[in-house]
């Protein structure tokens, strides 16, 4: 791993100093009477030596990307998931925007929680804390009990024309999807079986897909209603909501892991 950071390191050092070279060799050609009158020219040159920077970063990012693979053992072939990550991660470091991708189907492993706390006028995260992981053991037992637990639940999203199955205990329901924020944020548009219900939350990549946070209300509201649909039509799902009283900010989400082909 050490070598992998002291070529980052040194990649990262050879894509700002030929960006450098270039930006000095402009500042000299004026100094030295070398630089041409025409503006267009000067800006030519410009977009030129730019775009070749612009080259060079890229080509390193993809051969960054291609060590990196190696070295976790994964191929830009093999793992989707990682791939995303590492070009979220190179993407940071060489200054390049990469856009993840959902497309694929995602095993149900849990539910996520998030909330705040205001102590004193001082707000903290309690995210992957004791706290938010004794709320979550409670949430999956409380869901296990009518089904919704790993093994049962499954999502399909295709990126080719946005669309998405939920599955549970074997039942679909489909819809639309919506990314938004930076591919921060999704929008889940549900068809006419949960009579065309619609929530919006934040969206994380993480190690082996991604996670999906709602407000507790609307995650409670979606539970019910595919609950109901499937014959549950009583239960005592809208605890959920309460178990983070005297939290703030608390959200209701899913941890889901990319099935890998």
């Known amino acids: 791993m050490k070598k992998v950071i002291t070529l980052l390191a040194v990649s990262l050092m050879f894509v700002t100093a030929a960006s450098a070279q270039s930006n000095l060799g402009n500042i000299l050609g004026g100094l030295l009477g070398g630089n041409k009158s025409n503006t267009e020219e000067n ?8 775009n070749n920077a612009n080259g060079a970063t890229e080509a390193v990012g993809q051969a960054l990307g291609n060590v990196l693979g190696s070295v976790l053992g994964n ?3 093999g793992n989707t998931t990682v791939d995303n990550a590492l070009g979220s991660v190179l993407g940071g470091l060489l200054g390049t925007v990469v856009t993840p991708t959902l497309d694929g189907t995602y095993n149900y492993n849990g539910v996520a929680v998030s909330m705040t706390m205001n102590d ?11 706290v938010t992981a004794s709320v979550e053991t409670k949430i999956d037992e409380l869901l296990a009990k009518y089904g919704i637990k790993p093994g049962a639940m499954t999502v ?12 549970i205990g074997g039942f679909p329901f489909n819809g639309t999807y919506q990314l938004g924020l930076e591919n921060k944020a999704i929008t889940l548009n549900f068809g006419r079986s949960l009579k ?3 929530m919006t ?3 994380d990549l993480t ?4 996670k999906m946070l709602f407000t507790s209300d609307k995650t409670t509201e979606f539970i019910k209603k595919a609950l109901a649909k499937l014959g549950e039509k009583k239960t005592d799902v809208g605890q959920i909501a309460k ?4 939290y703030d900010n608390y959200k209701i989400g899913f941890k889901l892991a990319k099935q890998q082909n």
């Open 243 to 246: 178990l983070a009283s005297g």
């Open 43 to 50: 800006k030519t040159e410009n977009t030129t030596a730019n």
């Open 120 to 130: 004193g006028g001082v707000v903290s995260s309690l995210a992957g804390t004791a």
């Open 156 to 167: 399909t999203f295709n990126d080719a024309d946005k669309t998405f199955t939920w599955t």
């Open 196 to 198: 065309f219900f619609t």
């Open 75 to 77: 191929t830009s072939t």
């Open 201 to 203: 939350g934040s969206l």
């Open 207 to 210: 190690l082996d897909g991604v």
